[in-house]
């Protein structure tokens, strides 16, 4: 959680919003300590603010449509521009697991870089093997992008990297701050809420693009519901969920 200082609160916010790069509306704010004068000099603390970019939920594309879901390709595009002087993986081939995933690490990092909002990547190791990559950084809301848009073209990256360089097959999550967290209930209540939908009309619903991870998220959210089942259709990075009735039922 990114926490901002400054001798007022409106000053506190103004610095924390600058360096996320987001309007006020697009954040949620909240107000730690405000500042205090001091006596002589003495015990005088600046404002303290807690500002995290707001998670909007992505809209349900209906079945209305007859063509697949289109993607803006502006931000992987954008991010892909910084790789071409970031790294050259020609020479990074056959790499064993963990050289792989730090030879991931420093891709990022030079990625980040070039973009002009430098992070620290921190590797974490889950124990269903999938590899967690944290990028800290002071300027959160430009490496998550609107809607995420910007990170997600980082995971794509990512995944294409490590496939290219690893030896074996390796699972990859981009995160920012804790917008994976919240992205996942987000994604829960997504679920649930198109599987009503689906129930109510007995017609599929096709979602909008996203990452192989986030779709098993829906996958496993809605695997337990007898009258609904999902698969996936495209190719990435634009593969998209398609939640629909189950025959028997309908």
Known sequence: MPIYEGPTIDEAISQGLNDLGLKKEAVTIDILTDAKKGFLGMGKKDARVSIDPIEIEEPIVTSELTEETPVDPEPLAEVS???DSAQS???LVDLDGDAAVKELALYLTNVTNEMGVPA?????HESNGLI????ETSKQGMLIGKHGKILNALQYLAQVFLHRVAKEKLSVVVNVGNYRQKREE???RLAKRTAEK???TGRPVFLEPMPAFERKMIHA????????KTHSEGEDPYRYLVVEPAKKYF
């Open 81 to 83: 521009e910084t790789t």
């Open 89 to 91: 993986t020609d020479l």
């Open 120 to 124: 620290l990547v921190k590797i974490r």
């Open 132 to 135: 967690i990559m944290d990028l």
């Open 186 to 188: 987000v994604l829960t």
């Open 198 to 200: 689906v129930k109510e």
């Open 221 to 228: 959210a809605l695997s337990k519901d007898d009258y609904i």
